[in-house]
């Protein structure tokens, strides 16, 4: 994996879950990980693709305060991406939302695969 991908593995996981475990954070940069293979688009694309995670929406950029957070995130972004070569791939989970939240409609069409810590993983 290249350094630009890391950056938006690990950005993402900051932003989506850095208030979770180790588990769930690396369990959201395999969801991330999934839709790459899936889409056949780099981590980047698949990040900023439009209304998939809320906090990259219409093109929002909130700024890193956390740099503690922000480190644990790159490490634990690196250990999702050696997980998933070597076939770890969360039951090939590509979407999850926030188990506080409604569950989105889109959700009624997917299987859910499993909930780690505030996140429900679903597979399309």
């Known amino acids: 994996m290249n350094t630009e991908d890391m950056f938006w593995l690990a950005v993402n996981a ?14 959201v940069c395999c969801v991330v990980l999934n839709r790459c293979n899936s889409r056949r688009k780099s981590i980047k694309e698949v990040v900023l693709e439009p209304y998939q995670f809320s906090w990259a929406n219409k093109g929002a950029r909130p ?10 995130c790159i490490d634990l972004a690196q250990e999702a991406y050696s997980d998933f070569a070597a076939g770890k791939n969360l039951s090939r989970a590509d979407h999850y939302f926030a188990d506080y939240i409604q569950q989105p409609s889109w959700a009624q069409s997917m299987t859910m695969v499993c909930k780690i810590g505030k996140h429900i993983f679903y597979r399309s």
């Open 63 to 72: 700024e890193i305060t956390d740099y503690q957070s922000l480190v644990r």
């Open 14 to 27: 900051y932003h989506e879950a850095r208030g979770e475990s180790n588990e769930g954070i690396k369990a």
